[in-house]
T-cell receptor, first 113, second 116 residues
């Protein structure tokens, strides 16, 4: 199984809602990532977990809250988002944290109204 | 400072044409890694290749080939005999071993459209 699975594929939420994005991999990878991608732009790194510990937080606003319950799962909790947070949110994993190749999920397309 | 430049925003070719996607990078590190990823309309980025800074050998994988030249800080990607399924956005990316610890610096991407 060489897949990174993200749910939901699409999400529409209001600015007062609380929602969560989920990501799962069963490749035994120890590093997991959240990226944000605006239309026609490259992905931007948000968070990195290595061995279930947060290793990198790229100065992301606190309305985004990551969680890594175990080595296979990665969540991104969303609260009080702004319309400018609308984007494609991509999860990725790699064998280890470093310069490994990344395996990406197909993303969650988020719209904040 | 690290930087990746993909000067071609969009390229359109007809099936079976060869096409080269350009990538120029900037880094002060002597040890670094270069990547190409493909992003089809379905959204997920698909890893194509990783090269380290000490390996300047060109690589060929089927219809894909990569030309790494440190002298010009370029890592160009050529698709031979393009097919409609090659239509996607292609990102070149840089990662420095010492500094950014796995944080990929992406170029802005080149959108390739292959028409039948």
């Amino acid at each position: 199984d060489t897949e990174v699975t993200q749910t939901p594929k699409h999400l529409v939420m209001g600015m007062t809602n609380k929602k969560s994005l989920k990501c799962e991999q069963h490749m035994g990878h120890r590093a997991m990532y959240w990226y944000k991608q605006k239309a026609k732009k490259p992905p931007e790194l948000m968070f990195v977990y290595s061995y279930e510990k947060l290793s990198i937080n790229e100065s992301v606003p606190s309305r985004f809250s990551p969680e890594c319950p175990n080595s296979s799962l990665l969540n991104l909790h969303l609260h009080a988002l702004q319309p400018e947070d609308s984007a494609l949110y991509l999860c990725a994993s790699s064998q280890e944290f470093g310069v490994e190749k990344l395996f990406f999920g197909s993303g969650t397309q988020l719209s904040v109204l | 400072a690290q930087k990746v430049t993909q000067a071609q925003t969009e390229i359109s070719v007809v099936e079976k044409e060869d096409v080269t996607l350009d990538c120029v990078y900037e880094t002060r590190d002597t040890t670094y890694y270069l990547f190409w990823y493909k992003q089809p309309p379905s959204g997920e980025l698909v890893f194509l290749i990783r090269r380290n800074s000490f390996d300047e050998q060109n690589e060929i994988s089927g219809r894909y080939s990569w030309n790494f030249q440190k002298s010009t800080s370029s890592f160009n990607f050529t698709i031979t005999a393009s097919q409609v399924v090659d239509s996607a956005v292609y990102f070149c990316a840089l990662s420095e071993e010492g500094g950014s610890q796995g944080n990929l610096i992406f170029g802005k991407g080149t959108k390739l459209s292959v028409k039948p």
